[in-house]
């Protein structure tokens, strides 16, 4: 058994991160990753549970399809939890195919860093075990070290979809001062025009 454990801080607030976490797939960091599927979703006592299908790609090198069988598409169960009173948001997930030969637990937690406001603290473990295959120890430390390389990815990915949403929230920004100024100006040009059309007529009657 391999366990591997990771922290990292976000310089964004929690609300931020955790929209961030839910749109992280699709990205260009870790293009491994090629579908998540919505298998339910409820709230319950406020907090939001969802259970998704993940479809990636693993890459096996030569030698592990040797030991697992042929490199294809794998699935994987998540579970999530957002619980936005109290500012925390947990993803837990574990391998459906090969998971007769290997396990691969991991667990995300997202929740606001204890010491530095407006920031988001990240922890992440994933627990990887191997059994009834050949050169186990070396394949866990395989697995274990391409999980350490997608957490860097995955990282850089919420930063990347982090920035995504700050552009989005501009543009609305902009969008919406830019419509609060054409009302603005419409009104004033409609209280002008109603102006105009209060004053009095002139006098028409003409002297014969």
């Known amino acids: 058994m391999k366990i591997w454990t990771s922290e990292h801080t976000f310089n964004h607030p929690w609300e931020t991160v955790a929209q961030a976490a839910w749109r992280k797939y699709p990205n260009p960091m870790n293009p491994a990753v090629v579908g998540i599927d919505v298998v339910d979703r409820k709230i319950a006592n406020g907090v939001l549970k969802t259970h998704r299908l ?30 936005p009173r109290h500012r925390i948001m ?6 459906l195919t090969f998971c ?52 860097g990815k995955g990282r850089q990915a919420m930063e990347w979809v982090i920035s995504k949403i700050n552009t989005e ?16 100006s419409a009104a004033k040009k409609g209280m002008g025009d109603f102006h105009l059309a209060s004053d009095p007529l002139p006098n028409l009657n003409f002297k014969k």
Request: glycine share 4%; charged share 20%.
């Open 169 to 184: 929230v501009q543009e609305l920004t902009n969008k919406t001062v830019k419509s609060m100024d054409e009302i603005t």
């Open 90 to 95: 947990t993803l837990r997930s574990r391998n």
């Open 54 to 83: 993940i479809s990636t790609k693993w890459g096996l090198p030569s030698w592990a399809v040797t030991i697992l069988g042929t490199d294809k598409t794998c699935y994987a169960s998540e579970h999530s939890e957002v619980d």
């Open 100 to 151: 007769n030969e290997i396990s691969i637990e991991e667990m995300l937690t997202y929740s606001p860093h204890p010491t530095k406001s407006e920031c988001t603290l990240l922890k992440q473990e994933a627990i990887v075990t191997i059994k009834g295959v050949p050169l186990s120890s070396y394949l866990e430390d395989f697995v274990a070290g391409t999980i350490s390389s997608n957490a």
